[in-house]
């Protein structure tokens, strides 16, 4: 009894606390994005968010949000749109309000477990050479592996090897080394691994920037009646010698239509236009034509009906050298990108999908 | 400013997290002193003098590198009637060992009950339906529209079971004739599985015909990646229980690898509750259970589709036709204790466990 006295006033400290560091975070988001807008707005060199406009914002974020402390993010989209246009998600509402109840935590939790991506979607995702669970090495299908076995087939193997660390986000812990060079004992053993082969990406995707695995970012949404849908497509791509295509690591995108056209542009991760060529590769964007790039959206949604438990899910998908479709990664925390729902958005204009 | 109040925040919620450990720790050795005092009440003897004291305290100090797990250990000695070195203190594995080898973080889906079947296929008992983020799904997770599912539950004409996935000790659970299914009853934020009402194994019915009674079957994943059973148990409801949980009033019975029941039930303190169920007259030791080397593989192949956890407490009916099938398994806690002291210990000579590390 004394113990559930005290496991419930623990309980109530820290929800009250979990609280406060949401608003604190909510802040955070608030804070970042004014500071992002007066950047848009130094490099455009025009503003668009008057009074009139600031004000149209902020009945929009009470009428909908119930709150008009949500207006900056909405001020943010509108310096990087050119216009406010009714429907876009603040972001801070997103984070903290919306996502956690269409994607409950103890649900996306899963998504974090790379190991386990084979074995739910099957060949959709990046056969691992190895998975290193629990301390032992096993095989895709899940056969325990001895250590020698693995360290003989990757000696053979011969090429560049993936070896990511479980439970890590954007591109952290993640090793590509030559097979020979691996080393078994470097695994930490509480930790889960998988060690996947290097992709070579499709020739096009390549010259596009052959430094970074270049990746479709594509995002499904879990509709009431059990359909899924595509909110948006884009493609991801490294600049200045960087090896990761991640936007917060200085990559850009470009944006894909319904029926696979590229945006003319390119973005960097603050909506502002970079150019329709590579900035170093002078590849020209409007020339990039995925293949398979429809049969790539239907695999998405067939894996996401694979997993229901979560409404939204980010994809991230690379093509291979063969034009085969990967996927690398699903994201059920934090699924969505708000700057392209700020450039080629609202996406959830829809009142029934909060 | 913001990053220091996180940094606060997360270190705050460690030092609570560590406040509940210590807290729950010391609040089960209470209760293993009052259960150690109800034991002595009920034999009428004490088998934990000073000098057993004393042994107890020196093995504890060895093994756990503290005295201060001996309440348990001597709750263990009365129960058992004499001290056997070997056994793990429930405080130790609840607190200590099991979050090392089952991490919570994989654990959470264990208590996904309706991933079940997509998991262990068809081990699992097949669901009739799936209640997913508001939407019906059929096995296979098809969606399927609610008109059609009344049609076919009304069609099916037979008694089904309801779950709420995050409902445990069968709590949640409802039991009612398809026809009588009310689709508004179910709460569009809570996932469910609907199952079809399993009738049980002759034999089991007959030693309790009340209630599903289940094994316990517990597994442990070996470092090197095999997997061994660890202890099986029949748990059996008593009197006008609809469960077998032990918590809810069920007993117990033992199995041997080989699949022998022993002699005697016992209760959830360890006490024998005698030879014969107690409302049925049902003779424990003719309890025979022909797929029982079938069951202990199931469980063993299945421990393998999931690796993420070492100990796993499967709970497996035996259907008419006889065949084992999954009703839940549990990896966030696999339940121990009662079962250390009677049957086990378990880990005696399993140094491996003492060596799990922590996920930073």
């Not at chain 2, 009440?41 to 000073?50: A, G, H, I, P």
């Not at chain 2, 016992?266 to 030879?275: A, E, L, Q, R, V």
Request: hydrophobic share 40%; proline share 4%.
């Amino acid at each position: 009894m004394l113990r559930d006295y005290f496991e419930n006033i623990c309980f109530q400290a820290a929800n009250l606390i979990k609280d406060i560091i949401m608003k604190s975070s909510m802040l955070r988001y608030r804070s970042m994005a004014h500071k992002d807008r007066r950047i848009v707005v130094r490099k455009k060199g025009t503003s668009v968010v008057n009074k009139q406009v600031k004000r149209s914002i902020k009945e929009y974020a009470l009428q909908r949000f119930g709150s008009k402390a949500y207006w900056p993010s909405l001020a943010l989209y509108t310096e990087m749109r050119g216009q406010f246009i009714k429907g876009w998600l603040p972001i801070d509402y997103e984070r903290y309000i919306w996502e956690p109840k269409i994607n409950p935590p103890v649900y996306s939790n899963i998504s974090e477990m790379k190991t386990f991506d084979f074995m739910l979607f099957g060949e959709f995702a990046l056969k691992p050479l190895f998975l290193f669970i629990s301390g032992n090495f096993y095989s895709a299908e899940l056969e325990v592996m001895k250590v020698s076995q693995v360290k003989s087939f990757l000696y053979e193997y011969n090429d560049l090897i993936v070896v990511k660390e479980e439970l890590t986000m954007g591109g952290k812990s993640v090793r590509i080394i030559h097979s020979s060079d691996f080393k078994p004992e470097e695994l930490k053993e509480p930790r889960n691994y998988v060690i996947q082969p290097y992709v070579k990406q499709f020739k096009m995707l390549n010259e596009l920037y052959p430094e970074s695995v270049n990746t479709l970012r594509i995002t499904t949404h879990l509709k009431a009646n059990g359909s899924v849908g595509i909110k948006f497509v884009v493609l991801r791509f490294g600049i200045n010698g960087s090896k990761v295509d991640n936007l917060d690591f200085g990559g850009h995108y470009i944006y894909f239509n319904s029926e696979g056209k590229p945006s003319n542009t390119a973005y960097d991760k603050l909506g502002i236009e970079v150019g329709e060529r590579h900035i170093n590769t002078g590849y020209l964007f409007s020339n990039i034509r995925i293949p398979k790039f429809h049969k790539i959206l239907d695999l998405c949604k067939t894996a996401h009906k694979k997993f229901p438990y979560v409404h939204l899910i980010g994809w991230d998908i690379c093509i291979n050298d063969l034009g085969e479709p990967k996927l690398l990664e699903w994201n059920a925390f934090r699924p969505g990108i708000n700057i392209v729902d700020a450039n080629f958005g609202p996406f959830w204009a829809e009142d029934d999908v909060l | 400013m913001i990053k220091t109040i996180a940094d606060k925040y997360f270190r705050f919620v460690i030092v609570l997290k560590k406040l509940i450990k210590i807290f729950s720790i010391k609040n089960s050795r209470i209760l293993a002193h009052k259960y150690r005092k109800q034991v002595i009440r009920k034999n009428k003897r004490k088998v934990v003098n000073q000098y057993v004291k004393r042994i107890i305290k020196e093995y504890s100090k060895h093994r756990f590198g503290k005295k201060t797990y001996w309440p348990y250990l001597a709750l263990y000695t009365e129960i058992r009637g004499e001290f056997i070195k070997g056994w793990l203190p429930y405080d130790y594995f609840r607190y200590i060992l099991l979050p090392r080898m089952n991490p919570p973080e994989f654990c959470y889906i264990s208590e996904q009950k309706t991933f079940d079947h997509r998991l262990f296929g068809d081990f699992a008992i097949k669901p009739l339906f799936v209640f997913i983020s508001g939407m019906f799904l059929d096995a296979d997770f098809k969606f399927i529209d609610e008109n059609k599912v009344k049609k076919c539950l009304s069609d099916y004409d037979n008694t089904i079971v309801i779950k709420e996935e995050t409902g445990t000790k069968g709590k949640q659970v409802t039991i009612i004739h398809s026809s009588e299914f009310i689709l508004d009853k179910l709460n569009r934020k809570i996932n469910y599985i609907i199952q079809p009402y399993i009738k049980q194994y002759k034999v089991l019915e007959d030693l309790h015909p009340g209630s599903l009674n289940t094994f316990r079957v517990t597994t442990f994943l070996k470092t090197e990646g095999s997997v061994d059973i660890k202890f099986v148990v029949l748990r059996f409801g008593v009197d006008d229980s609809k469960v077998d949980n032990i918590s809810s009033g069920g007993q117990y019975i033992y199995f041997d690898i080989s699949g022998k029941p022993t002699e005697c039930a016992y209760d959830i303190k360890g006490f024998k509750t005698g030879n014969r169920h107690k409302n049925t007259g049902y003779v424990f030791s003719k309890i025979n259970i022909p797929m029982f080397q079938e069951m202990l593989e199931k469980c063993k192949d299945a421990h393998k589709k999931y690796p993420y956890v070492r100990l796993v407490g499967w709970d497996v009916c035996i259907t008419e036709q006889g065949e084992p099938k999954l009703v839940e398994w549990n990896a966030d806690n696999p339940g121990f204790w009662f079962w250390e002291v009677i049957y086990g210990p378990f880990w005696a000579n399993d140094d491996q466990i003492l060596e799990f590390k922590y996920i930073n």
